[in-house]
């Protein structure tokens, strides 16, 4: 089955991307999908179907915490909730790196 771009009509190959933003803020990695040369992405109705389930867990099973920002010196302070902390793997020792998305949404990912 060949499957044409949309855009530049270059014929497309099944792809996984590292990491995909099905839908904003629920970022999923591995992701199967059809590419073509110049870069653009498109799905197959299976693949997508596989996005949306995939997403679907995410918002089902995600926990969330919300924790109120206090000060330390200078800088401010968030807890990592333990549960949090276990489930990342991460401790005192551990390095993250902040990156601010928008005005209202920043990401932390562990080093
Ligand atoms: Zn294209």
Redesign the pocket.
């Known amino acids: 089955m060949t499957i044409i771009?949309?855009?530049?009509?270059?014929e497309?190959k099944e792809v996984e991307l590292k990491e995909y933003e099905f839908e904003e803020g629920i970022i999923l990695d591995n992701v199967r999908a059809m590419q073509?040369?110049?870069?653009?992405v498109t799905f197959t109705e299976e693949q997508a179907d596989i996005l949306e389930q995939r997403t679907e867990d995410i918002k089902t099973h995600a926990f969330r915490f919300i924790r109120s920002i206090s000060k330390s010196a200078r800088s401010l302070v968030i807890r990592i909730p333990s549960d949090l902390a276990k489930y990342l793997d991460i401790d005192e020792k551990s390095k993250v790196e902040m990156i601010p998305l928008s005005k209202k949404r920043f990401l932390i990912e562990v080093k």
């Not at 771009?5 to 270059?10: L, S």
């Not at 073509?36 to 653009?40: A, F, M, N, V």
């Open positions: 771009c949309g855009k530049c009509e270059k497309m073509c040369p110049s870069g653009h």
